[in-house]
């Protein structure tokens, strides 16, 4: 079985500070981590993914995670908030033994202020 | 390059009755998915597609729900009948095989009344 919990349902930072989107995943397998964000609207869309190479991925819009496994935990990070940054985010796990099944988190919201 | 598309957008009906979603892959995806989204929720796989088979449908409502792919592109999921706790967002997905990276469309939008 798999699963993750994003432990913060809602997030607000200012603009040029930093972000911090906190998931602890759980997974039988060797599991493949990702990050979803979801514009109001719009389609899902991958932010970044890890599959067991390096630990410390890079994704797009200067977003990255840090996969810990003895932490079980894959927290998303950005040095510098930016106003198009808000939106929905979902922490994503998936067994490499299950056939790609995704298993979404319920999602944090994240909000950007002036 | 065209994304997934997914039609309507949205849709109003009334309870009790039939609806129907629409999407196209992304051309050339082999594998296509469709989840399920409530409101303040992350989406659950409802079934997946590899070609025209249906091998993964094992959280389809198979009472109520109902999906198709018949020549291994489109693909039509209904719903008949509708009820109140069937509003939600029907997300299309596809891949390029079944272990790649999930495109998704934006949606369909279901309110029941």
Known sequence: ?114 | EAGVVQSPRYKIIEKKQPVAFWCNPISGHNTLYWYLQNLGQGPELLIRYENEEAVDDSQLPKDRFSAERLKGVDSTLKIQPAELGDSAVYLCASSLGGRNEQFFGPGTRLTVL
């Open chain 1, 1 to 114: 079985a798999q699963s993750v919990t994003q432990l913060d349902s809602h997030v607000s930072v200012s603009e040029g500070t930093p972000v911090l989107l906190r998931c602890n995943y759980s997974s039988s397998y060797s599991p493949s981590l990702f990050w979803y964000v979801q514009h109001p609207n719009k389609g899902l869309q991958l932010l970044l993914k890890y599959t067991s190479a390096a630990t410390l991925v890079k994704g797009i819009n200067g977003f990255e995670a840090e996969f810990k496994k003895s932490e079980t935990s894959f927290h998303l990070t950005k040095p510098s908030a930016h106003m198009s940054d808000a939106a929905e985010y979902f922490c994503v796990v998936s067994d490499r033994g299950g056939g790609n099944k995704l298993t979404f988190g319920t999602g944090t919201q994240l909000k950007v202020e002036l």
